[in-house]
């Protein structure tokens, strides 16, 4: 335990003999009592002294001149941190009982007359001495105590936080390995039937019919694929900040009245009852990323509502904002998972035979899409059963008059050349073949270094350039064929896997003409060649 302070007592008397009478009694006992000892002329310096320490009693005189002992007893006891010390006054005369209330009622202990008997004195002094330090040895504890307890709950409060913490991990978790299992099936499906309509055509038996069909399997497929893939880089990007919106001016009914329009040409919805009421506003916003948000919404509903069920699209104007709400009469979210259905890896209860497939972060991604509008997105529920519903608000902005957009003329005759960039063996031999087969004249490299010298020598109209080339990199080969007058003229096309903003500045930069992500379909390839060199021609394969 820390070393107590040793007690004070404080002497007032305005008489020099007294007081070096009365500080000399008590020196004789500091030793023994641990106890020190201040000495003060009048009363004014007793409340000086007052001011400056603690004291465990003071022994004052009653009668000084100026501030009597009365008064000095009062005023200290008017003090809120001296209220408490006693004091014992010292008298020369007897004190009738009128003295002795008048003493008691300013604050007195006790009562010592002159001459004092110093074994009274020692008495009385060791019993405020020991008092004194008994009380600060308990404040002491109590400090103490106080200080464990403060630790205790500090203690407690971090282990609550990591006890909520590791379950919150552990919760995180068990949902990351539902996801990768969902992840894994949904991969699993395209990945088994393109594996048999593959295996389907190498067969000798197999009709002309058939072999159209599995290819039209594999094509769907692959599509499917890459809706998977883009979906997970999205939420990367998103939750990483790295998405940026392109927006412009649109008509939200427009896109959403488009966007219904594919999900009946496709038959997605035809076995809902699906009502439209919508009512007209513009936003300022990013019409790939709004028709995203709308079609995971749309999604959602159609994955959790049994077929049969009904789903009702309304849109309306609320002051400065759109609200968007999409409500279905589907399985509904339980009060549990409602607060949690925006976040990442967390999916409702889902059936095997579910007629919908999908990862479950959809609505993780339309959260964050709609932020980056400037908006919202809230979910409601009534339970297990009762459906959901779905309300997105959006900024409103003023309407646009739209312009028509010239046209490029296309119709030259005739198809570029092309010089195919690839060190992936299949993907440079697939590419090729389906170039030729719609007419393309085509030769390809499979490195950098080989692709210069074959530009070089071929003197195509368009390189379509790998940027993940062994050797030099598609940046390089594009900053080399651009140095080269011989060269210099090739339109160039970046395919890479990789589509954020800061990589597409970097293909520009190193001076291609476009990127594009793979994996990329001819039809959106064809177009982009014809785009560059204003040559086009049939989009059917060549006989």
């Given amino acids: 335990m820390p070393k107590l302070d040793k007690p004070k007592i404080l002497v007032v008397n305005d008489d020099a003999n007294s007081l070096f009478a009365l500080m000399s009694l008590l020196a004789q006992w500091a030793e023994e009592e641990s106890y020190e000892v201040i000495a003060a002329r009048s009363g004014e310096e007793a409340l000086r002294q007052v001011l400056l320490h603690d004291f465990a009693v003071i022994l004052l005189d009653v009668n000084m001149p100026g501030m009597d002992g009365f008064e000095t007893a009062e005023a200290i006891h008017q003090r809120g941190r001296s209220a408490n010390i006693p004091i014992i006054f010292i008298t020369a005369f007897v004190a009738d009982e009128l003295d002795r209330l008048k003493a008691y009622q300013r604050g007195a202990a006790d009562f010592l007359f002159t001459p004092v008997i110093p074994q009274i004195l020692h008495a009385k002094i060791s019993v405020f001495v020991a008092l004194a330090m008994k009380n600060e040895e308990l404040k002491k504890q109590a400090r103490q105590l106080s200080q464990r307890t403060n630790d205790l709950i500090s203690s407690n409060k971090r282990l609550l936080q990591e006890i909520e913490e590791r379950k919150t991990a552990e919760r995180q978790n068990h949902a990351k390995d539902e996801f990768l299992a969902m992840l894994g099936h949904e991969l699993r499906n395209p990945l088994s039937a393109i594996s048999s309509a593959a295996s389907l055509i190498g067969l000798p038996g197999v009709s002309v019919d058939g072999a159209a069909r599995a290819k039209k399997i594999i094509q769907r497929q692959s599509q499917h694929l890459g809706r998977i893939v883009d979906d997970l880089l999205d939420l990367s990007r998103a939750m990483s900040g790295k998405i940026l919106l392109n927006r412009a001016p649109l008509d939200l009914v427009a896109l959403i009245g488009n966007c219904l329009e594919t999900y009946r040409a496709t038959g997605r919805t035809a076995d809902y009852h699906v009502s439209v009421e919508l009512e007209g506003g513009w936003v300022e916003g990013d019409s790939t990323r709004l028709e995203q948000i709308f079609s995971n919404l749309l999604d959602n509903a159609l994955k959790y509502t049994p077929p049969g069920g009904a789903i009702d699209i309304v849109m309306e104007l609320d002051g400065d904002d759109i609200v968007l709400t999409v409500h279905d009469t589907g399985v509904g979210i339980s009060a549990e998972l409602l607060p949690h259905v925006f976040d990442v890896f967390v999916q409702g209860t889902s059936t095997l035979d579910r007629a919908q497939g999908g990862l479950g972060i959809g609505l993780a991604l339309v959260r964050r899409l709609v932020e980056l509008h400037g908006g919202r997105v809230e979910a409601e529920s009534a339970g297990p059963g009762a459906g959901s519903t779905f309300s997105l608000r959006l900024p409103r902005t003023e309407r646009i008059t739209e312009t028509k957009t010239r046209t490029m003329d296309t119709s030259e005759p005739g198809k570029p050349n092309v010089l195919l960039i690839e060190d992936n063996d299949d993907g440079r031999e697939m590419m090729a073949m389906m170039l030729d087969c719609y007419g393309y004249d085509v030769e390809h490299a499979a490195d950098g270094l080989a692709g210069i010298e074959k530009a ?75 785009n560059l060199t204003g040559k086009s021609g049939s989009t059917t394969p060549a006989a």
């Fill in 456 to 530: 070089l020598s071929y003197r195509p109209d368009v390189a379509l350039v790998d940027i993940g080339l062994p050797g030099i990199d598609g940046y390089e080969v594009a900053r080399r064929l651009r140095a080269n007058d011989a060269t210099r003229a090739i339109r160039l096309i970046a395919l890479t896997g990789y589509g954020l903003a800061e990589d597409q500045r970097r293909v520009l930069e190193a001076g291609f003409d476009m990127h594009l992500v793979k994996p990329v379909d001819i039809e959106s390839l064809m177009k982009a060649i014809g």
